[in-house]
């Protein structure tokens, strides 16, 4: 799917907004399911060091020649974790993609090991509470696994290893954003 430029906008001022409010500075973003590079571009242009993982090759290919460092696979996937376990990344991101996965869970707790221990992440899927009210069956497409309401979302993420400190209902109601930590370690030592 193509992207209007009118959510382009959006997401440029959700994705500066984000950025201002992070209470660390953020200077390197890893988007799974980065698609063509469309929101890539837009933290690069943010002054962002950026890397991402997607499953198509095609799409990886347009992302390398637009001078993304975008690797092809699944998180959890040998060569994947191979690849990303030399950096730890200030923020995760990911766009209207968790509810694609078989086993979102799995991918979220590999994508918290790619983090740093203070990182941040910015987390989106379709609001299914919008879905059932508006009785929107075309909405139920064979590549959508799982659906969320706010509270299953929010477990989700916690028992994948994150901390949830918002989630929001945006672009008329349509997305589930969600405002996460990485979990902190409990430290044993004493």
């Known amino acids: 799917a193509k992207f209007?430029?009118?959510m382009l906008k959006f997401r440029e001022n959700q994705f500066r907004n984000f950025l201002l409010s992070a209470s660390k500075s953020i200077d390197s973003v890893f988007e799974f399911g980065a698609g063509e590079g469309e929101y890539l571009d837009i933290f690069k242009g943010l002054g962002c060091a950026i890397s991402?993982?997607?499953s198509s090759e095609e799409l990886v290919s347009i992302c390398q020649k637009k001078g993304h460092e975008v690797v092809s696979g699944?998180?959890?996937?040998?060569?994947?974790?191979?690849y990303f376990k030399q950096k730890k990344y200030d923020c995760a991101v990911?766009?209207?993609?968790i509810e694609h996965l078989p086993n979102p869970k799995a991918v979220l707790i590999n994508l918290s090991n790619l983090l740093a221990a203070d990182a941040v992440g910015l987390l989106d899927v379709p609001n299914f509470d919008l879905i059932e009210r508006n009785k929107l069956f075309n909405e139920f497409i064979p590549d959508h696994r799982f659906y969320f309401r706010e509270d299953t979302f929010k477990t989700l993420l916690s028992v994948s290893g994150f901390e949830v400190h918002s989630i929001k209902r945006l672009w008329n109601d349509y997305i589930l954003s969600a405002e996460v930590s990485r979990r902190k370690?409990?430290?044993w030592n004493g």
Not at 74 to 82: H, K, M, V
């Open 185 to 187: 370690r409990i430290n």
């Open 52 to 54: 991402g993982i997607e």
């Open 74 to 82: 699944f998180l959890g996937d040998r060569e994947s974790q191979f």
């Open 94 to 97: 990911s766009f209207n993609f």
């Open 4 to 6: 209007s430029q009118e």
